[in-house]
T-cell receptor, first 109, second 116 residues
Framework: KQEVTQIPAALSVPEGENLVLNCSFT??????LQWFRQDPGKGLTSLLL?????REQTSGRLNASLDKSSGRSTLYIAASQPGDSATYLC????????FGAGTTVTVRA | GAGVSQTPSNKVTEKGKYVELRCDPI?????LYWYRQSLGQGPEFLIY????????DSGLPNDRFFAVRPEGSVSTLKIQRTERGDSAVYLC??????????????FGEGSRLTVL
């Protein structure tokens, strides 16, 4: 059974600092990995999708890397802003998504 | 529609009652997923549809839970004899299927179920 772990569980940084969120998974036989953002009381918003053949994906201030062989992905958010405060979820896709518990980020103005 | 639509957004019911939650996926998406999310946890897989058929229902916790997708579009998650432990947010997602389930998943806003 796929197990997905996200570290740290919570993170608080001052505005402008770069964020580094970690995700690890136990079974490397995945199709892709997806990072989501979730605001309180809301659904999930897809941020980045990395196919298993890719090493990284970038969108604006966001960059996600994937090392399938070691079962790791990292989400980098550059120059954080208060609007980046949310819970970030990592999910691996082996035809269904298996999620980590998320990292709750607070960016202080 | 433009996105995945779920109704109701909130449902409060009494223990023992029957509940239906509806999901309307993005037009053209043949893959549809149901997840359940408890407070402070990541979403937990319940069931996956490819077209009209349930390709994997291994996440349904017991036989009180059932889901259908009769025409390959709208899906309904049905919960019989609800228990307080069923209280959670039920999320629906859809994706485009191109021969392999590798597409990006798009989620609805969820249906928050509270069982008193």
């Amino acid at each position: 059974k796929q197990e997905v772990t996200q570290i740290p569980a919570a993170l608080s940084v001052p505005e402008g600092e770069n964020l580094v969120l970690n995700c690890s998974f136990t079974d490397s036989a995945i199709y892709n990995l997806q990072w989501f953002r979730q605001d309180p009381g809301k659904g999930l918003t897809s941020l980045l999708l990395i196919q298993s053949s890719q090493r990284e994906q970038t969108s604006g201030r966001l960059n996600a890397s994937l090392d399938k062989s070691s079962g790791r992905s990292t989400l980098y958010i550059a120059a954080s802003q208060p609007g980046d405060s949310a819970t970030y979820l990592c999910a691996v896709h082996d035809y269904k998504l298996s999620f980590g518990a998320g990292t709750t980020v607070t960016v202080r103005a | 529609g433009a996105g995945v639509s779920q109704t109701p957004s909130n449902k409060v019911t009494e223990k023992g009652k029957y509940v239906e939650l509806r999901c309307d996926p993005i037009s053209g998406h043949t893959a549809l997923y149901w997840y359940r999310q408890s407070l402070g946890q990541g979403p937990e897989f319940l069931i996956y549809f490819q077209g009209t058929g349930a390709a994997d229902d291994s996440g349904l916790p017991n036989d009180r839970f059932f889901a259908v997708r009769p025409e390959g579009s709208v899906s309904t998650l049905k919960i019989q004899r609800t228990e307080r432990g069923d209280s959670a947010v039920y999320l629906c997602a859809s994706s485009f299927f191109s021969g392999a389930p590798t597409g990006e998943l798009f989620f609805g806003e969820g249906s928050r179920l509270t069982v008193l």
